[in-house]
């Protein structure tokens, strides 16, 4: 069931009075909607200064909690656990019995009929973009967190994390621009290397520094142990790269702002690991600082197969893997299964299913332990299936041909063979 309706007959002896008409929510629902029309009897050019109807409107949760009012100023709104209407409260939904809140204000004598119509929403895998490596003014950025959550909201994104060096104070005042969840994340910077924190305020309690590995060690497991996912970024950068001795990262950026040379040795680092067995997630981001800059906002995004919108099923969704990178909002979709396993997921089949949108003048390729092959060329989307024999892993990469060389476009997450 997606949509529930009924009507409500309001009678005059109602009128200046309060109550509540209870409505039933299932299970798996992550927003609702709500809506309602009635006759006002207002006609004329003088319609105002007639009696007419009024019915205010307000919401309660399944606990009776207070959720918000609109009086009649609107006759749609929503709830739900990553946004809700202004002056509503963001919740999750609980399944059970939830009530309108109705205030009959003005009632003309012969009553009123009220319908109200409601929407739910069911959780699911929707496909959400965003930019993983962003800075503000907490930094070294050129604009601060609310003109940077707009623009995302401007240019299609779903999600933006904020990548501020070793600085996690803006994390407890986060922007908030409906439609754009604000993933906590902090940038560690070091001098050999930087890290992304994903997933939680404060990663580090009372110092970012580490002078050595076992103070480097220390530091990562304290961050895991609050929650965070640990990403390491540009690791083949000329001017950052990553210095450590040892691979310790839950993720690998692979694509940081233009696709240079610092992004395909980091590919080929992150294939060579998983030759070597390693199941990493590999994610995206523009590293943007500032305008009028070789680096642009929002290129390259990463889509991300989410349950949900909240900041935690985003990054659940991204540390299993269930992501592709691509040029921008606009590049091409990748979609990698098989049955009905997903990117990141261990497979006991045969065989991988492709899905391809906006690829039209791109080789696509599925690159495995065993190497590269060319699965479609030129087409501007298509469907196909795979069987393999022996490998142990599959990902996919959408080339642009250029001048004898291939220009990456898109990259997947691997689906793992047992």
């Known amino acids: 069931m997606e949509y529930y ?29 709500l809506s309602y029309s009635y006759s006002s009897h207002q006609k004329g050019g003088l319609g105002d200064l ?8 307000g919401l309660a949760d399944e606990k009776g909690k207070f959720l918000g009012w609109s009086g009649s100023s ?3 709104i929503y709830v739900g656990e990553a946004e809700s209407e202004s002056g509503y409260l963001i919740e999750k939904i609980n399944p059970g019995k939830w009530s309108v809140i109705v205030g009959a204000y003005h009632v003309l004598d012969e009553g009123v009929d009220v319908n109200y119509n409601v929407k739910f929403t069911f959780e699911k895998n929707e496909l959400l973009f965003g930019d993983l ?6 930094s070294d950025g050129e604009y601060d967190r609310y003109t940077l959550a707009k623009r995302a909201k401007e240019s299609g994104l779903d999600f933006i994390a904020f990548s501020d060096h070793n600085n996690y104070s803006e994390n407890f005042r986060q922007p908030f621009v409906p439609g754009i969840t604000v993933i906590p994340s902090v940038e560690w910077t070091h001098y050999k290397g930087h890290m992304n924190f994903f997933g939680v305020e ?6 970012f520094i580490a002078n050595n590995e076992n103070e480097k060690r220390k530091l990562l497991n304290s961050a895991r142990d609050k929650g965070a996912v640990i990403s390491v970024n540009h690791p083949d950068c000329p001017f950052c790269p990553y210095l450590w001795d040892d691979e310790d990262y839950d993720m690998m950026e692979i694509w940081n702002g233009p696709m240079t040379k610092r992004n395909y040795k980091a590919i080929e680092r992150w294939t060579n690991l998983l030759k070597a067995g390693r199941k990493i997630p590999a994610v995206g981001g523009s590293d943007f600082h500032k305008d009028k800059s070789f680096v642009l906002f929002a290129h390259p995004v ?9 900041a935690k099923e985003i990054i659940d969704a991204i540390k299993n893997g269930r992501t592709f990178i691509s040029s921008s909002v606009k590049g091409p979709r990748i979609y990698l299964t098989s049955g009905s396993d997903f990117m990141g997921s261990v497979t006991k089949n045969k065989y991988f299913s492709v899905h391809c949108e906006n690829s039209n003048g791109l080789y696509i390729k599925s690159v495995s332990d065993k190497g590269e092959k060319i699965i479609s060329s030129g087409l501007k989307s298509f469907k196909c299936d795979r069987l393999i024999t022996d490998e142990k892993f599959v990902y996919l990469k959408a080339v642009k041909p250029l001048a004898g060389k291939e220009i990456v476009r898109a990259v997947s997450n691997p689906i793992y063979f047992e």
């Open 5 to 33: 309706s009924f009507k409500k007959h309001i009678d005059k002896t109602e009128e200046g009075s309060y109550f509540k008409i209870q409505f039933e929510v299932p299970t798996g629902v992550k927003r609702i909607d």
């Open 50 to 57: 007639k009696p007419k109807n009024t019915i205010d409107l």
């Open 74 to 76: 609107k006759d749609h």
């Open 133 to 138: 490596h962003i800075h503000s003014t907490a």
């Open 202 to 207: 404060n990663p580090f309690e009372n110092s």
């Open 302 to 310: 990463t889509g991300v197969f989410s349950e949900g919108r909240t």
